[in-house]
């Protein structure tokens, strides 16, 4: 993938892995040569309100912080959320919401999932997500957030 | 050693720098966005501690740095107004081991009551300032803070703000950790015993120091200029460079990283090199001040951009002078007290009892919030105390009798304890009643250990201030401790009762967070392993 910018926007409520999964993008861009920032709000936000988070890979980061109205993908855990956040993408830019997932149920993995539905389209190697997986979740956990990450990528078409 | 690049935070790369700095220790008060940098320091291996609040963290910095080790002092910006008395001072002692405080600035109040700029402690106290704009400069600028310490013999304001502290970057770790030094004891009281006859001295000392620096800062690499149009240029430091770089790519830039004292020759050559000179910073026109003071022409910010936060696009207006309203964000969810959290009974409860309730800092600030709505009143850290005496003092009898303060345990340990001598020493004719909601943690800012919970930052065993000990030797009429979650109507009926009384009393609602208890549970099983 050739990548002078991309700008990805994860938004849900405090407690839905928000974090964790732009934690985990951020590692796998990282670990594919690319420059990389990424950047949110702590503190009050972890008490069930609103939670958002940016990242952005490419050839060289600036601004920690995605411009409005310049994401390219937006990530939303709870369908809420796009209102709040939907003016964050780019004209043309690409919404994932978790009802792409049609009748799966991730439960808890929904971060995963949705990490899944993203690199259908950012296409970074599967290998690289599982090993990022192994290193956040520990055995059974880890094989049931590998299965929410490639139900999630077979889920986008 | 911690080889080659990672990703970092800024709070986490700063730690990183003290570490390889050889910091002897660490103190601070846990405050967003601040609150990371010392739980890494801890993590990584060095050492660390919450002290009961800012100023006392300073004081202890200041010890250390007397007897020769290096520290360093963390706190949010609001931290450094209760940590100002010793700092002032300090700045004329100077240092004997190298001090760094670091004030993590919260531009957009994204979790704080102002958004005060504490660039401008940098000149009130006369400090060394540097400012990076992302993980790696946090890195650099905490290893050379250390030396510029030592070197100007003078503590240095490490000015971090939200998005510099809590943003993740790459950052080389290219620092080996370096020996500590060890530096004899030497008493030396013209330096340290702050008496008029020795602090006019000092004070003399420490403005032949400020342009020593500011000489220093004119001949150092510290900032950065970016060769670009002749006809824009644009001054910045810290996060807005990287707004800055973005919004404006043909620009010349001149980025400082040394911001107080200023290399007012170098800003002034790169001004006369631009046809059109702005600064884009965030908070107070502070750059824009200083530099206009020296004579130098520069375009100030517009008034639109004296609050919030800056981002690209903000930063792009100001480069098209557009002064236009910025639109309204979008109401999110807000933040709740979580279910079963011990404080949503003891809020129901003021509630239904009609309290006028002076509040303070903490989870528990959201009870201001519906359902509960039973706070009237929250300033700073400690202020639900005073505030509250000072409304008894002053309303009419029926009303002064409704009066409650609510504090929590580490919020009381900052700075309650000296509300309560108040409080039986300036006793209201109504008596007053003090509820102190311990949840057994610092939650709001992600669960730190404080004295009272019987555990340090790297949660080794520690004593545990008795709480109702204390308030009972301080003179509180009565001191009762309730579960308000199980005991609902004995707090109900308590609370009734101590208003009736002319009494000073405190009621101890006392419950773990349901976030530390599982943060214990996990501890506990991971002990069991072991």
Known sequence: MSAELVNVVFAGIGGQGIILASDMLTEAAFKSGYDVKKSELHGMSQRGGSVSSDVRFGTKVWSPMVPRGEADYLVVLSEDQVEVCGDMLKPGGVLLTPSLLGDYNPGRSLNIAMLGALNAHLRFPEELWVELIRDKFKGELADANIEAFRKGAAGVK | ?530
């Not at chain 2, 600035?105 to 060394?128: C, F, H, I, T, V």
């Not at chain 2, 809590?166 to 290219?174: A, C, I, K, P, R």
């Open chain 2, 1 to 530: 050693m911690f080889p080659g690049k990672v990703i970092l935070s800024g709070d986490e790369a700063v730690a990183y720098g003290a570490y390889a700095a050889s910091v002897a220790l660490g103190s601070g008060y846990p405050g967003t966005p601040s609150t990371e940098i010392l739980e890494t320091l801890s993590r990584i291996g060095g050492r660390a501690e919450w002290a009961p609040n800012e100023k006392v963290a300073l004081e202890v910095g200041i010890g250390v740095s007397f007897a020769g080790g290096r520290s360093i002092v963390t706190m949010k910006h609001v931290g450094v107004n209760v940590a100002a008395d010793p700092l002032f001072t300090l700045a004329y002692t100077g240092v004997t081991g190298g001090l760094v405080l670091v004030s993590a600035d919260d531009p957009g109040l994204a979790s704080s009551q102002n958004e005060q700029d504490n660039r401008n402690y940098a000149k009130a106290a006369k400090l060394l300032m540097l400012e990076p704009s992302d993980s790696q400069e946090a890195y650099d600028f905490t290893v050379l803070a250390f030396e510029l310490s030592e070197k100007f013999d003078i503590p240095v304001l490490l000015r971090m703000t939200t998005r510099v502290c809590h943003s993740q970057g790459v950052v080389n770790l290219w620092k080996e950790r370096e020996n500590a030094r060890e530096i004899p004891y030497e008493k030396n009281v013209h330096k340290r015993v702050m008496v008029p006859a020795f602090a006019k001295g000092a004070h003399v000392k420490l403005e032949n120091i400020m342009k020593e620096i500011e000489a220093f800062a004119e001949t150092s690499a510290l900032e950065d200029v970016k060769k670009g149009s002749p006809e824009l240029g644009i001054i910045c430091s810290g996060v807005a460079y990287q707004h800055v770089c973005e919004a404006a790519p043909e620009a010349s830039v001149l980025k400082l990283g040394l911001t107080w004292p200023l290399p007012k020759k170098k800003i002034a050559a790169f001004a006369a090199s631009v046809k059109r000179c702005i600064v884009v910073e965030e908070g107070d026109r502070f750059l824009a001040d200083a530099i206009a003071s020296a004579g130098i022409p520069v375009e100030p910010k517009p008034d639109s951009l004296l609050f919030g936060e800056l981002d690209v696009t903000r930063v792009r207006k100001q480069i098209r002078r557009d002064e236009t309203p910025d639109p309204a964000p979008k109401a999110g969810r807000a933040p709740q007290l979580c279910p079963g959290c011990p404080h949503r009974k003891s809020f129901e409860t003021l509630r239904d009892l009609g309290c006028i309730v002076s509040g303070d800092i903490g989870c528990y600030t959201l009870g201001t919030l519906p359902p509960f709505s039973a706070m009237d009143m929250c300033v700073c850290m400690g202020a639900s105390i005073g505030v509250g005496l000072g409304l008894r003092h002053t309303l009419k009898e029926t009303d002064a009798r409704r009066v409650v303060s609510v504090i929590g345990d580490s919020t009381f340990l900052h700075s309650g304890l000296t509300g309560i001598v108040e409080m039986v020493y300036n006793r209201p004719a109504t008596g007053h009643l003090v509820v102190i909601l311990d949840n057994s943690t610092t939650a709001m800012t992600g669960l730190q250990e404080n004295p009272s919970t019987g555990r340090h930052l790297n949660l080794d065993p520690a004593y545990p201030v008795d709480l109702a000990a204390v308030c009972k030797a301080l003179g509180v009429d009565h001191v009762d401790t309730v579960d308000t979650t199980l005991e609902t109507e004995r707090f109900r009926e308590l609370v009734k009762e101590r208003l009736a009384s002319n009494g000073v009393n405190v009621i101890i609602a006392k419950r773990p967070c349901i976030l530390q208890m599982k943060k214990l549970a996990k501890l506990a099983k991971k002990e069991s392993v072991k």
